[in-house]
């Protein structure tokens, strides 16, 4: 039987979490922390379901919405200080051209 999808906030209040030591990740270490960094947005911000994060799954079957695109396109400027628009962000075609994306922009890709 499948386990059941947690609720959504529906505040639309955004937190702001910092990585450990309270610094923002740009600059930092590439691959596998870029990785766990977005890894960490995309499940403890947007409160998606982490088994649904697999590479090849599509932004929808993962449960992206549009509401889930601006947070995570504001949340990758808080974090890392990119700027990636919410259309660069739709028009991936899964979950691991997202964060091929975010590699690119912080140069590690």
Same mark, same amino acid.
């Given at each position: &039987? ?6 959504? %906030?529906? #505040?639309?209040? %955004? ?5 450990? @030591?309270?610094? %923002?990740?740009? @600059?930092? *270490?590439?691959?596998? #922390? ?6 960490? /947005? =995309?499940?403890?911000? =947007?409160?998606? $379901? ?8 599509? =932004?929808?079957?993962? *449960?992206?919405?549009? =509401?889930? /695109?601006?947070?995570?396109? &504001?949340?990758?400027?808080? %974090?890392?200080?990119?700027? /990636?628009?919410? $259309? ?7 979950? @691991?051209?997202? #964060?091929?994306?975010? $590699? ?6």
């Amino acid at each position: &039987m499948p386990r059941p999808v947690p609720a959504r %906030r529906t #505040d639309h209040r %955004r937190r702001r979490v910092r990585p450990a @030591g309270g610094r %923002r990740a740009a @600059g930092h *270490g590439k691959g596998a #922390d870029v990785n766990e960094e977005l890894r960490r /947005i =995309l499940v403890d911000e =947007l409160q998606l $379901e982490e088994a649904a994060l697999r590479p090849e799954i599509s =932004l929808e079957s993962a *449960g992206f919405d549009s =509401l889930t /695109i601006v947070e995570l396109a &504001m949340s990758l400027s808080d %974090r890392f200080g990119l700027a /990636i628009s919410e $259309e660069d962000l739709q028009a991936a075609a899964s979950v @691991g051209e997202i #964060d091929r994306i975010v $590699e690119q922009r912080l140069g590690g890709g």
